[in-house]
């Protein structure tokens, strides 16, 4: 379980002199291991006798505007975690780049989307490890007219994504051994606001929606709740 805090200084874009601008963004993500994630057992989940890892990290990127349609964004990420009630722990770490061209055909608006990333662990025991992933992606986002108004207009937002490791990632699965993961596809679906984010007392995103990763295997392999465009993840 992941979230991540961020605030973001400037807007990407060009001024009025075609002058480029660049956005930051930073970012203080926690994660929460589980020992057990069953939906069929909700109250499991959530039971403090049920989290097994902890890591808080700090991150950076940079939006960069290299046409109206085109953009790129680095991104380095470095964090610090461990087992609860253990020993075991790591430095982690993580770089990418991304890429978004847009475009619009009438109402639609859609994007392309191309990711490449390192991911890499440096345990206080044991051997140093990472893995690499490309990812390439699909958003879409088209206007409805329930629960629109006349100057508030809702936006159906949906991807279509999928994900290759360089190699099978394998890690610990509890009593069941090892298991390992070597792609998955994710599907997702949200609402929003064109023109304005949403607002929930003090937290303020773009949309609110699902998002189901699948293996090609079937293997549902996380659900992840979107807030904002797989672009700025």
């Known amino acids: 379980m992941r979230t991540s805090p961020r605030w973001t200084v400037g807007e990407a874009g060009f001024n009025d ?40 990290g700090f991150g950076a990127d940079m939006d960069i505007p290299v046409s109206n349609r085109f953009s790129l964004r680095p991104i380095a990420e470095v964090g610090y975690g461990g087992v609860i009630g253990d020993s075991d722990r790591a430095w982690i770490w993580r770089a990418g780049l991304r890429g978004r061209y847009g475009f619009e055909a009438g109402k639609l608006d859609w994007a392309l989307l191309a990711r490449v990333g390192i991911t890499g662990i440096a345990p206080n025991d044991g051997e140093s490890d990472d893995f690499s992933f490309t990812s390439l992606a699909a958003e879409f986002a088209y206007p409805v007219s329930w ?50 984010p949403i607002k929930i007392w003090f937290l303020k995103f773009d949309r609110l929606g699902l998002a189901y990763k699948y293996s090609d295997t079937g293997r549902l392999r996380g659900i992840e709740i979107l807030f904002r465009s797989l672009y700025d993840l």
């Open 17 to 56: 002199q075609g002058k480029r601008r660049f956005a930051y963004t930073f970012r203080v993500p926690v994660t929460l291991g589980l020992t057990r994630f069953d939906l069929d057992d909700i109250p499991s989940i959530i039971d403090l006798d049920n989290l097994s890892t902890l890591s808080v």
């Open 147 to 196: 629960w629109s108004s006349k100057d508030d207009q809702t936006m159906l937002y949906w991807n279509l994504g999928y994900t290759s490791f360089i190699e099978d990632i394998e890690f610990s699965a509890g009593p069941l051994g090892v298991d390992s993961v070597a792609n998955y596809l994710q599907f997702g679906m949200a609402l929003g606001r064109k023109d304005r």
